[in-house]
């Protein structure tokens, strides 16, 4: 059973979690990089640079949320950055983070379904997706949907919380993660679920060597996974 943000109401996860984010929207950006401790900046700098020999013409941000990744992205000098997300709470908060920045001319926030990608085949030079895949209702379709529409030869690089091994650290993460976390979350965003959801989504994640198999699935050639700050975090790469 897949994990929801809203376990005693109706709906697919897909529109929980568009209704979620939609609540949170508002204080996403500073939560993000509060319960962070502004480390998530550094690991979307260190994930772009994945790309830099690629030097993609046109990104898709997958889950772009208020555009944060996209807006990382532009360090490629690429010509355009597509966002999509299912929440239009997120993306109105991204247009008006783009336009006060004048970005709104190389970077677009559409509304569209992570599964089912509103482009033709063969589209991008990169498909980028910043802590959006732990949340698709069925990770297999959108990750098949992403080597869709990218290019032969084109990358992927996707940056997802894991889960830490080593001891005292995965110990602690678990404390901060499970007990911290979500009170904080709750306390400013005002949305009890949304920051009790967060944990329970990545402990159900395959991280690892386990979502490696599923990029390979799905026709991921050269699969890479590389964990950051002992582990919290990974990049994962792949290849059409």
């Known amino acids: 059973m897949s994990v929801v943000p809203y376990k005693d109401k109706q709906g697919s996860k897909k529109e929980q979690v568009a209704t979620m984010f939609d609540n949170i929207s508002g204080n996403y950006d500073f939560l993000n990089h509060f319960l962070s401790l502004g480390i998530d900046i550094a690991w979307r700098k260190k994930a772009i640079r994945q790309l830099k020999d690629l030097q993609p013409k046109q990104i898709l941000d997958i889950a772009t949320g208020t555009g944060d990744f996209a807006i990382e992205a532009l360090a490629l000098k690429p010509d355009k950055v597509t966002g999509v997300d299912i929440s239009e709470g997120m993306l109105a908060v991204g ?7 004048g970005l709104d001319q ?4 559409l509304s569209g379904d992570s599964e089912a990608l509103q482009f033709e085949d063969n589209k991008f030079d990169a498909v980028i997706v910043s802590f959006g895949v732990r949340n698709f209702e069925h990770l297999e379709k959108g990750l098949a ?3 869709r529409v990218l290019k032969p030869g084109g990358r992927t690089v996707i940056l997802e919380f894991s889960k830490p091994k080593s001891f005292p650290f995965k110990q602690l993460y678990h404390f901060y993660f499970k007990w911290i976390l979500p009170k904080i979350g709750n306390t400013i965003s005002k949305d009890q679920a949304a920051y009790t959801y967060l944990p329970e989504s990545v402990r159900a994640f395959p991280d690892g060597q386990n979502f490696l198999e599923i990029l390979e699935k799905v026709g991921f050639k050269n699969t890479q996974c590389k964990p950051l700050t002992l582990g919290i975090s990974s990049i994962y790469i792949g290849t059409k």
């Open 95 to 101: 247009r008006q983070k783009m336009k006060k920045k």
């Open 106 to 109: 190389k970077i677009e926030l």
């Open 145 to 147: 949907d992403m080597y």
